[in-house]
Antibody, heavy 117, light 107 residues
Framework: QVQLQESGPGLVKPSETLSLICTVS????????WSWIRQPPGQGLEWIGYVYYSGSTNYNPSLKSRVTISVDMSKNQFSLKLSSVTAADTAVYYCARAGSSGYVHYWGQGTLVTVSS | DIQMTQSPSSLSASVGDRVTITCRAG??????LNWYQQKPGKAPKLLIYITSTLQSGVPSRFSGSGSGTDFTLTISSLQPEDFATYYC?????????FGQGTKLEIK
């Protein structure tokens, strides 16, 4: 059974860079689309983007100038960096595995990241 | 971006009721429509993908239908564990987008 686990700071200061890692267990990170999705408190879901195991990426245009998603196959991990954060970036961040048809089959438990000084 | 609109935004129903949630896309998305269930404090769970394919382990009381721009999620006989928030998602084109959610509450 594939499992995903997010890790990283729960508090980030405004204007700094949010950095999260997702560790994949129970399966290889090769193949599939490794994704980040976020959910502000009490709100809906927003797709941030994905990295394919080959390293190619696809980002939400609304965040594209600030987002980097990368994969480390040697560690079976992928990561999210979001720069110049503001309070609007406060959310639960989920890492996830999506197939070629875009539906998300596996989700991490989510990690709350708060942007505050 | 393709806008996804769910209706209703909230719904009160009783155990045993038949419930239908609608999702409308801002343009045709063929059959690339997926449904998720989310309970408080938990990650979403995939229920149905590509309009009507039931994810393994999901009870058969859940079903999906539609094509093009209009889609539905039906729960044939509500069970206590079904009270949750439901989201549709289009995966026809990036950026993938979600509906705003439908909160299903106990009447």
């Amino acid at each position: 059974q594939v499992q995903l686990q997010e890790s990283g700071p729960g508090l980030v200061k405004p204007s700094e860079t949010l950095s999260l890692i997702c560790t994949v267990s129970g399966g290889s990170i090769s193949t599939y689309y490794w994704s980040w999705i976020r959910q502000p408190p009490g709100q809906g879901l927003e797709w941030i983007g994905y990295v394919y195991y080959s390293g190619s990426t696809n980002y939400n245009p609304s965040l594209k100038s600030r987002v980097t998603i990368s994969v480390d196959m040697s560690k079976n991990q992928f990561s999210l960096k979001l720069s110049s954060v503001t309070a609007a970036d406060t959310a639960v961040y989920y890492c996830a595995r999506a197939g070629s048809s875009g539906y998300v089959h596996y989700w991490g438990q989510g990690t709350l990241v708060t942007v505050s000084s | 971006d393709i806008q996804m609109t769910q209706s209703p935004s909230s719904l009160s129903a009783s155990v045993g009721d038949r419930v239908t949630i609608t999702c409308r896309a801002g343009q045709s998305i063929s059959s690339y429509l997926n449904w998720y269930q989310q309970k408080p404090g938990k990650a979403p769970k995939l229920l149905i993908y590509i309009t009507s394919t039931l994810q393994s382990g999901v009870p058969s009381r859940f079903s999906g239908s539609g094509s093009g721009t209009d889609f539905t999620l039906t729960i044939s006989s509500l069970q206590p564990e079904d009270f949750a928030t439901y989201y549709c998602q289009q995966s026809y084109s990036t950026p993938y987008t979600f509906g705003q959610g439908t909160k299903l509450e106990i009447k």
